[in-house]
């Protein structure tokens, strides 16, 4: 992002910069946990070489495709977010960018997204429109349960299967267990991140998995975490992975429960750098696969 800031004239980073934050561009860590589990489909899906185009159509497709969906976000939440300490400097909230803009920036965004989605084959470009399904309901689902974070992991997740099917061209097992393995995955580390809201949602009436867990957050997430991780270890034998593998998940073992183990669930700032760990799980678990 500073590489792009610096070949980019200041005026006109300037004018983009509501739509960088409203697309969430200036918060990659959002890009990178769409990406790996499309990263970890595609690389249990691979035998012999790397399909390098696949793989970078799968990074453009996350980028793109995050950015529309916190796009529809806040234009669902826009009033809520007013009321919410961290929420309130976006854009739709604070008024630097009209809803109308914002619905044209998400259909821009939407459209280019779709460009991308063809490139693939036809199970994989079926398997990505309906992904549009629980993107939709998403933003709606705090209003209406405590585990909005169950139907982020069911979204957010989901490129599981479309890097599989892109490389195969069709379902597996594998797959399928990737998949729940990073809804797991999500429900632990967004769990934590809706701790850093706790109060305000509590004044507003949303809900959370944060406030249905309260004391129990921590053994919640350490419960999450660990049947990520089998699922994960299921998934390297059902593909006769090897001793790198499981290092990887080893490694990766290790941050997630330093993550549940000592995040401090009353401290917003705590809540977010511990979140933040997940992008190095994301990568230390692809390097794994990779290496197998």
Same mark, same amino acid.
């Given at each position: 992002?500073? =590489?792009? /800031?610096? $070949? ?7 004018? $983009? ?8 561009? @200036?918060?990659?860590?959002? !890009? ?17 070489? !790397?399909?390098?185009? !696949?793989? +970078? ?14 796009? *529809? ?11 919410? %300490? ?22 821009? #965004? ?26 939709? #309901? ?25 890097? *599989?099917?892109? !490389? ?24 934590? *991140? ?17 406030? /249905? ?6 053994? %919640?997430?350490?419960?999450? =975490? %660990?049947? $990520? ?12 992975? &090897? ?13 997630? +429960? =330093?993550?549940?183990? +000592?995040?401090?669930? @009353? ?8 979140? /933040?760990?997940?992008?190095?799980? &994301?990568?230390?678990?692809?390097? &794994?696969?990779?290496?197998?």
């Amino acid at each position: 992002l500073d =590489y792009v /800031k610096k $070949m980019i004239p200041a005026n006109v980073i300037e004018k $983009m910069r509501p739509y960088i934050e409203l697309g969430r561009f @200036d918060k990659p860590i959002g !890009i990178w946990l769409l990406l790996f589990p499309a990263w970890w489909g595609a690389a249990f899906a691979e035998n012999v070489f !790397i399909d390098i185009w !696949i793989f +970078f159509l799968l990074l453009a497709g996350a980028a793109v495709m995050r950015a529309a969906g916190c796009t *529809y976000n806040d234009i669902v939440d826009r009033n809520l977010d007013k009321e919410v %300490a961290r929420t309130q400097t976006r854009p739709l909230a604070n008024g630097s960018i009209s809803l109308p803009r914002a619905i044209l920036f998400m259909t821009l #965004l939407l459209l280019i997204g779709l460009v991308v989605l063809l490139q693939f084959n036809r199970l994989t470009i079926f398997i990505g429109a309906l992904s549009l399904i629980p993107v939709a #309901l998403y933003p709606f689902m705090k209003r209406i349960t405590y585990w909005p974070q169950a139907f982020l992991g069911l979204t957010f997740n989901w490129g599981a299967l479309v890097g *599989y099917t892109a !490389i195969t061209g069709s379902l597996a097992l594998t797959p399928l267990v990737v998949y729940i393995a990073g809804f797991f995955w999500t429900l632990g580390y967004d769990t934590v *991140y809706a701790h850093q809201d706790k109060k305000d949602d509590q004044l507003i009436g949303i809900k959370s998995s944060a406030l /249905k867990l309260g004391n129990n957050t921590r053994l %919640a997430v350490f419960i999450f =975490y %660990a049947v $990520m991780v089998g699922l994960l270890a299921f998934a390297g034998s059902l593909n006769a992975f &090897g001793t790198t593998y499981f290092v990887s998940l080893l490694a990766a073992t290790a941050i997630l +429960f =330093y993550q549940a183990g +000592f995040v401090d669930l @009353d401290n917003p700032a705590s809540c977010l750098e511990m979140f /933040k760990l997940n992008q190095w799980v &994301g990568l230390i678990l692809f390097l &794994g696969i990779l290496s197998a």
